[in-house]
């Protein structure tokens, strides 16, 4: 059975203190991994994309890599603003070679001043 | 380029009753996904409307159905409202790309969702 699952759940940094969240994965032809920002009350944002293994994308202070079981989101010395739920959903193939779209749970992180 | 957009933005409801909350996706965006978020569950896919079409769907029960119009605006109606049924709901959309005879998505925009709160 297709799974994506984020480790940790939560997470409390100090600002700057860097750290990495976990994206681990087991689908059938995966087609894509997505990370997503979300703030509390709000739609998720869009934040990486990643295709194949060995893949590196980075924005500001985030940078996501991509192998063949998991992806990392590492963030570099944290502000407060980075406060939010990370969300990574992995693009799947299916049995009659459609697509579909798996989110896992979420890390919550929090960023201490 | 405007954003995805969902109306209405809060909604109470009582059990029994029903609900019909919509969805414009971004312009040239024709694949429109609708997720149920609750603290307890996470984001739980419900279906995903291509060209007016149901081309995947979630395990929710048939209370909950959906329809796209042909300007690839999207509808969901949840009937026989539940207290459980009390959640935020996201709409996203999507570029979608035919690669050697198969439907891939590229990332999906999400708008700010509906507040659903069932009295």
């Known amino acids: 059975e297709d799974q994506v699952t984020q480790s940790p759940e939560a997470l409390r940094l100090q600002e700057g203190e860097s750290s990495s969240l976990n994206c681990s994965y087991t689908v059938s032809g995966l087609r894509g991994l997505f990370w997503y920002r979300q703030d509390p009350g709000k739609g998720p944002e869009f934040l990486f994309t990643?295709?194949?293994a060995g893949e590196e994308k980075e924005k500001e202070r985030l940078k996501a890599t991509l192998t063949k079981k998991e992806s990392f989101l590492h963030i570099t010395a944290p502000k407060p603003e980075d406060s939010a739920t990370y969300l990574c959903a992995v693009q799947a193939r299916t049995r009659s070679s459609a697509s579909k779209i798996i989110f896992g749970s979420g890390t919550r992180l929090s960023i201490r001043p | 380029k405007a954003g995805v957009t969902q109306t209405p933005r809060y909604l109470i409801k009582t059990r029994g009753q029903q609900v019909t909350l919509s969805c414009s996706p971004i312009s040239g965006h024709r694949s429109v996904s609708w997720y149920q978020q609750t603290p307890g569950q996470g984001l739980q896919f419900l279906f995903e409307?291509?060209?007016?079409?149901?081309?995947n769907k979630g395990n929710f029960p048939g209370r909950f159905s959906g329809r796209q119009f042909s300007n690839s605006r999207s509808e969901m109606n949840v009937s026989t409202l539940e207290l459980g049924d009390s959640a935020l709901y996201l709409c996203a959309s999507s570029l979608v790309r035919w690669t050697s005879g198969t439907f891939s998505y590229n990332e999906q925009f999400f708008g700010p969702g509906t507040r659903l709160t069932v009295l």
């Open positions: 990643l295709y194949s």
């Open positions: 409307y291509f060209s007016e079409t149901q081309r």
